[in-house]
């Protein structure tokens, strides 16, 4: 963990000025573009500085004893109109391009549903069923610093990370169960809001394996600091086979919930009548049949 973060910087550090490494096409062209935009504005910045200090030295009463009267300048004021307005073209085009590509979603393979509540995560893999019809889904909580192992980070490390995998179009559907929460990863470059009684939608190609972080950006309570956004990116065999493990949960837990209401409705059987004269065998065949029924 500690020498992938020396290669890339998927989570905050301490003192850092620049981006996070990126591991998405709209990571990197959020990074190009700003440097592109920094190259402008560093440009416009020395120019205007330039002119105020020229002005200050060179238009003063020492060297100006009898100022000028030109109050009017054709040529100066097209110059000043038109190549600020190209410098806002050049910066809006790519700058619009990046922002819609955000919103496109190119037949996507894997869906997750992002649910935000105060204060944890809830995800579902509406893409995969049980045999029991029941779909991939848990909540995802802060892990205690009593549970944090050699390695962890602190306030980012979560009970149950998100694995997706990568070289693949995934699609992001972010709401909230009750205030306005923020799901965001800087090395994805997504920032999702996600508010009650609304669907927001983006869309994910991660370009690389690694565990990337994130936390909730939207201040939404007394907890809002600690709300972290854990993601596990896997190949995608690696990722099948979490999936197939994951079912394979789903499924003995609802086994053994179907189990445990049985015990719970025989309980209650032989309480009721298994004092009575007719046989308790009579009423846990009467069980079964009712059950076969329901199933």
Known sequence: MLVQF????????????????????IAEGIVRFHHDLIFILV?????????LIRIVLHFNVVKNSVPSHVVHGTTIEI??????????????VPSFALLYSVDEVVDPSVTLKIIGHQWYWSYEYSDYETKAGESVAFDSYILPEDELSIGDLRLLEVDNRIVLPVDT???????SADVLHSWTIPSFGVKIDACPGRLNEASLFIQR??????QCSEICGVNHGFMPISVEALKLEDYVSWVASKLEEELFYLMFL???QLCFILFLAFIFFGRSKVSFKFYFNQIVKALKKIK
Do not use: E, K, N
């Open 6 to 25: 020396f290669v890339f910087c998927d989570a905050a550090t301490p003192w850092q000025l620049g981006f996070q490494d990126p591991a998405t096409p």
């Open 43 to 51: 440009f416009v910045c020395i120019f205007v500085f330039w002119m």
């Open 79 to 92: 110059i000043w109109t038109i190549i600020p307005a190209v410098l806002l073209i050049i910066i809006a």
């Open 169 to 175: 179009h995934v699609r992001l559907i972010v709401t």
């Open 209 to 214: 394996p690694g565990v990337f972080y994130g």
């Open 258 to 260: 179907s189990f445990s």
